[in-house]
């Protein structure tokens, strides 16, 4: 060890050492597990599985998933056998759901051997997992997904009921669970709903007493028919707005952060940032913030920016010092400006500036960039310095 970084010597990725961080996410896992606990209120009778596909939504699944599993949270859903063996490392008892399918014949041994249940979704995904056979003297557990309206994944309701019939003769599958996914959830007022909604009732009579699930988060706010036996959700545990339209039941779980670098002052007539769309018309306080799009802090949330198909109303905006500031020019691939004028001299080298969080709700901080608060989250980046509190 050469000793220039005394107290992460052996740090291997970016953010490991906080006095080197450009930017710094904070997690905080109780807020994580109250979520969890509100929709398991919502939601009961039914249980409540976490969603915790791209690494929980970019939070990290390793401390995401104990922390769920120390709330009560039991079954698991990823959506690669990667994502389900990482999970499997960390909770050895948990049920674990992999979205995605069956990824063939010759992945189909890694889902036995890490027991990761496949959402059968594709009459080759049930052909290959009956031919994969048995586990001792039953059939490999698996879920079965149906489609209702999402033409993604998922047999068709003929599909399925054909399956349904043909599989109580044969007995080849072991369904743990039937499920459909909702295209249409955070707009309760979306016609399709109630049509998902019934052609799911309708197939899974089919299925007899396995136990069957429909919703995401959204679906989890619909009301009780929607809850079946068994709920899914996934940005509402990450404290994203389940419902769009509605004041957010749930608690902000990620805080992002950017490491104000330099504060410089401009002059009318001078413009910021590339392209010069920018244009001051006043004397400005340019506060520097160590973040940018390579950070997932999204280009399209630059003033004078890139509209995205006209939907970009307001430019993004940060809050230091207790005040809201707005983003000046464009955003780049490692630095942000923004307009602190109007806090006068208090900003200085060395500040955090919130680019979302606990005062920017993470739907608004998307909505800025013409994007949602999944999209926000998954694309984070690894260059954050991350604390996770609340733990225990
Ligand atoms: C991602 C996903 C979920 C979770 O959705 P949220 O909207 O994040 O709650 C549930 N079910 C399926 C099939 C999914 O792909």
Redesign the pocket.
């Known amino acids: 060890m050469s000793g220039w970084l005394p107290f992460a010597p052996d740090a291997s990725h970016a953010g490991a050492d906080p006095r080197l961080a450009g930017a710094r996410l904070t997690i905080d896992l109780s807020a994580l597990a109250e979520n969890y606990r509100l929709l398991v209120r919502q939601a009961a009778p039914a249980k409540v599985a976490g969603?915790v596909?791209a690494d929980a939504?970019g939070l990290g699944i390793e401390p995401v998933a104990r922390a769920l599993w120390r709330a009560g949270c039991r079954t698991f859903?990823v959506?690669l056998p990667e994502e389900g063996i990482a999970l499997r490392a960390v909770l050895r008892d948990a049920e674990i759901f992999v979205?995605n399918g069956l990824f063939g014949p010759e992945a189909a041994p890694a889902y036995a051997a890490h027991r990761l249940m496949p959402v059968l979704g594709s009459q080759s995904d049930l052909s290959c997992w009956e031919a994969f056979g048995w586990d001792g003297d039953r059939p490999r557990p698996c879920a079965i997904h149906v489609d209702t309206g999402m033409n993604r994944l998922g047999l068709t309701a003929d599909e399925a009921f054909a399956f349904a019939e043909e599989n109580a003769l044969t007995g080849a599958l072991s369904p743990r669970l039937l499920?459909s996914?909702m295209a249409c959830a955070d707009d309760p007022r979306h016609p399709l709903n109630r049509q998902q909604l019934e052609s799911f009732q309708a197939v899974k009579r089919a299925f007899g007493q396995t136990d069957s699930s429909l919703s995401?988060?959204?679906a989890t706010f619909l009301g009780p028919a929607f809850a079946f036996d068994m709920v899914?959700?996934?940005?509402?545990l990450y404290g994203?707005a389940?419902v769009n339209g509605r004041e957010n039941p749930m608690l902000p779980v990620v805080t992002a952060e950017a490491r104000i670098v330099q504060v410089r002052h401009a002059r009318p007539g001078e413009t910021v940032s590339y392209g010069a769309h920018a244009k001051l018309d006043r004397d400005t306080v340019i506060a520097i913030a160590s973040a940018g799009y390579a950070d997932g802090y999204h280009r399209a949330g630059s003033q004078a920016g890139v509209p995205l198909r006209g939907v970009v109303k307001q430019s993004a905006c940060g809050v230091t010092h207790g005040r809201r500031v707005p983003v000046l020019g464009r955003i780049t691939m490692d630095l942000t400006m923004f307009d602190v004028t109007d806090l006068g001299t208090a900003v200085a080298p060395g500040d955090w500036i919130e680019l979302f969080g606990t005062n920017i709700a993470i739907d608004d901080a998307a909505a800025a960039a013409g994007t949602i608060s999944?999209e926000l989250l998954t694309s984070l980046g690894r260059r954050y310095h991350r604390t996770y509190v609340g733990g225990e």
């Open positions: 969603v596909k939504y859903f959506a979205l499920m996914h995401n988060s959204a899914r959700p996934g940005i509402a994203g389940p999944y």
